[in-house]
Nanobody
Framework: QVRLVESGGGLVQTGGSLTLSCAVP????????AEWNRQSPGNQRELVAK???????VYGDSLKGRFTISVDNAKNVVYLKMTSVKPEDPGVYYC??????????WGRGTQVTVSS
């Protein structure tokens, strides 16, 4: 069973930084897209960042400039660098990737908690 594994979540202070990692099975490469989504209690899952093979990254509202998505094809890892973390940023962060045939695969998520 194909599985993505997120890591790097935890407690971060408001204004601080955190980098999330998503280990992707090499068999899924080359990727056509890689995403980070998040879900907080009582809210729908929302797009945080999306990297595609044919265009610039796309970011959710108010996240551009604070979050950065990147893909390391040599290490088979998708990263999300979070900076200037805000009180509204906590939630479970999910990694998703799309392989060449259009199928999406998801991880189980990693929890991010923000303290004031």
């Amino acid at each position: 069973q194909v599985r993505l594994v997120e890591s790097g979540g935890g407690l971060v202070q408001t204004g601080g930084s955190l980098t999330l990692s998503c280990a992707v099975p090499g068999s899924l490469f080359p990727l056509t897209a890689a995403e980070w989504n998040r879900q907080s209690p009582g809210n729908q899952r929302e797009l945080v960042a999306k990297s595609t093979s044919d265009g610039p990254p796309v970011y959710g509202d108010s996240l551009k400039g604070r979050f950065t998505i990147s893909v390391d094809n040599a290490k088979n890892v998708v990263y999300l660098k979070m900076t200037s973390v805000k009180p509204e940023d906590p939630g479970v962060y999910y990694c998703a990737v799309c392989e060449a045939d259009g199928r999406y695969y998801w991880g189980r998520g990693t929890q991010v908690t923000v303290s004031s």
